[in-house]
C-alpha cells in the first residue's frame, strides 16, 4: 500500500457529508495523505448527490471538471461516489468514460480498496447491499470545531411519490443508541458546542427496533453531554409525538428551531404525494408545536408544480403560508425523476408555470421573513459567532433561528475580540438584506 494523495469533494447534503468524512478518515487511517485540492493529487473522490435534476447536473459538471484536469496531467484518477453512480451506474460507464472507477452508496467502506485498484489500473466498480450499510466508523469531521452533524439513521421507507430516496439508499434503519451517544461524546470532548441530529426523517429514529427506542429518548440522552445547542433536522409531521414536543420544549439545549417538511397544503396534493397528513393536521401540528413553545421558529419545504396543482391548489397554498407565516421556507420546482410514481402521473405541469410558482411563494415568504426580522428589533438574542467578515468590519454569527449554510446570519460589532464559537449575547438594531446586524451586550 503507497501513501497517496487523495483529494475529496462532497456534494448534496450533509447526510452525504458524513459519508464523504467516514472516507476521508478510512483513507487517513491507511496512510494517505488527504486534501481537498484534486489539482496534483494522485485520486480524486467524488461524492456525489443524485436526488433532483438540479444535483444530478452538478455532479455532472464536477465530474467534466476533474475529466479536464486528468487530461491536463494534473489529477491521476477519478472516483465517483454515492448517489449518482448509485442510481447511474450504466449511463455513467458509457456516457463518462472518463470515470475511472464507481462506489455505490452501499459500500462508503470500500474507498480504500478501490482506491488501491485504481492506482494499478483496475476500474473498480463496488456496489454493496443498499439495505445494510455501514454507518458507524471514524469520520475526519470537516464542520468548523464548534459545529457537527449527528447522522442517526439512514435510508428512508416514507416512500413519497416524487422521491428517489428509497432507491438510492435503501429501506429506514435506525442506528443503534450506544453507536450515537458514544460518537457525540466524542464530538463534545472535541469541542462541538452545536450538535445538530440529522436523517432524511428522524422523527421515526427507533421504531424498526421495536424495543421503545425513540428520538425523545436519544434526546434526552443527548442532552446529558457537553453540548450548548442541539439542533433537528428533519421532523416529518405525522410522526411528531406530544412526548417529542414535551422533551423539545422542556430540554434547554433542545433549540426552539423545527425543520418540519410539508411539502404542500392542498389535501388531494398530499394525498397524491403520497403525504401522510392532511391540511387540517399540519395546521393542529403548528399550533400545539407554538402553544408548547412560543418562541418556536418553523422551517418547512415545499414543491411546487406537483402534477395535478392547478391554480386553486397553488392559491390555497399560499393561503396557507399566509395564515402561518412561518418564518423559514425553501420552495422548490417538481423534478419529475424516472421511477417514481409522480413521474408518471397525468396532468404534468408547464414547467416554466412550475418555475414562476416557486417564485411567487418565494416573493411571499420574503415579505413573512422580513416582519420576523422587523419584530426582533430591540430584543437581546443569543448568537454564535462564526468569525469576523473583514468585508462588513463586522462579526458574524447565527441565532437559534439560523440553521447552518441554508438561514440568515447576525452582523454584529464588539468592543473586543470575539472568538469563532463563542456565544455572546446581541442586542439587534437593524436588518440588512435580509440578515439581522446589531452589537454585542457587554
Aim: with cysteine.
Amino acid at each position: 500500500m503507497k501513501p497517496y494523495t487523495v483529494a475529496f469533494i462532497s456534494l448534496g447534503c450533509a447526510k452525504n457529508l458524513i459519508n464523504t468524512e467516514q472516507m476521508m478518515a478510512l483513507c487517513r487511517d491507511a496512510g494517505y495523505t488527504i486534501t481537498g485540492d484534486p489539482d496534483g493529487a494522485d485520486v480524486a473522490v467524488l461524492n456525489t448527490c443524485g436526488f433532483i435534476e438540479a444535483a444530478k447536473s452538478e455532479a455532472i459538471d464536477n465530474i467534466l471538471e476533474l475529466a479536464e484536469l486528468k487530461a491536463r496531467g494534473r489529477l491521476k484518477k477519478l472516483l465517483v461516489a454515492g448517489c449518482l453512480p448509485q442510481r447511474y451506474r450504466e449511463e455513467i460507464k458509457t456516457d463518462l468514460p472518463e470515470v475511472d472507477g464507481l462506489l455505490g452508496t452501499g459500500s462508503y467502506n470500500d474507498v480504500v480498496p478501490a482506491i488501491e485498484e485504481l492506482m494499478v489500473g483496475e476500474r473498480p466498480e463496488i456496489f454493496g447491499d443498499i439495505h445494510h450499510t455501514w454507518d458507524g466508523g471514524e469520520r475526519w469531521v470537516t464542520t468548523p470545531p464548534y459545529t457537527a452533524y449527528l447522522k442517526i439513521a439512514e435510508g428512508c421507507s416514507n416512500g413519497c411519490a416524487f422521491c428517489v430516496i428509497p432507491r438510492i439508499r435503501g429501506r429506514y434503519r435506525s442506528r443503534p443508541m450506544a453507536d450515537l451517544l458514544a460518537e457525540a461524546e466524542g464530538l463534545a470532548r472535541r469541542g462541538v458546542k452545536e450538535l445538530i441530529v440529522i436523517a432524511q426523517d428522524i422523527t421515526r429514529y427507533g421504531e424498526d427496533f421495536k424495543d421503545g427506542t425513540s428520538l425523545a429518548g436519544l434526546l434526552r440522552e443527548l442532552c446529558k453531554l457537553d453540548f450548548h445547542w442541539i439542533r433537528l433536522h428533519y421532523l416529518y409531521p405525522e410522526a411528531v409525538t406530544d412526548e417529542l414536543i414535551q422533551v423539545i420544549a422542556s430540554e434547554k439545549k433542545i433549540v426552539h428551531y423545527l425543520d418540519i417538511p410539508i411539502q404542500h397544503a392542498n389535501d388531494g396534493i398530499l394525498k397524491a404525494m403520497r403525504r401522510r397528513t392532511s391540511k387540517e393536521e399540519l395546521r393542529a401540528l403548528f399550533a400545539r408545536l407554538r402553544s408548547a413553545m412560543p418562541d418556536v421558529v418553523i422551517r418547512t419545504s415545499l414543491i411546487c408544480g406537483l402534477p395535478g396543482e392547478g391554480e386553486a391548489e397553488f392559491e390555497e397554498l399560499c393561503d396557507f403560508l399566509r395564515e402561518q407565516k412561518l418564518q423559514r421556507v425553501g420552495a422548490f420546482q417538481f423534478s419529475p425523476e424516472e421511477g417514481t410514481l409522480a413521474a408518471a402521473m397525468e396532468d404534468q405541469v408547464d414547467p416554466e408555470i412550475a418555475a414562476r410558482r416557486v417564485e411567487l411563494v418565494t416573493d411571499l415568504q420574503s415579505r413573512i421573513m422580513d416582519e420576523y426580522n422587523e419584530a426582533r428589533l430591540g430584543t437581546c438574542m443569543e448568537v454564535l459567532c462564526e468569525g469576523f467578515d473583514a468585508d462588513g468590519g463586522c462579526y458574524v454569527g447565527r441565532t437559534y433561528a439560523d440553521s447552518v449554510e441554508i438561514d440568515g446570519r447576525v452582523c454584529f460589532t464588539a468592543a473586543g475580540l470575539v472568538p469563532a464559537g463563542e456565544f455572546v449575547w446581541v442586542r439587534i438594531t437593524g436588518v440588512s438584506d435580509g440578515d439581522l446586524t446589531g452589537e454585542i451586550e457587554e
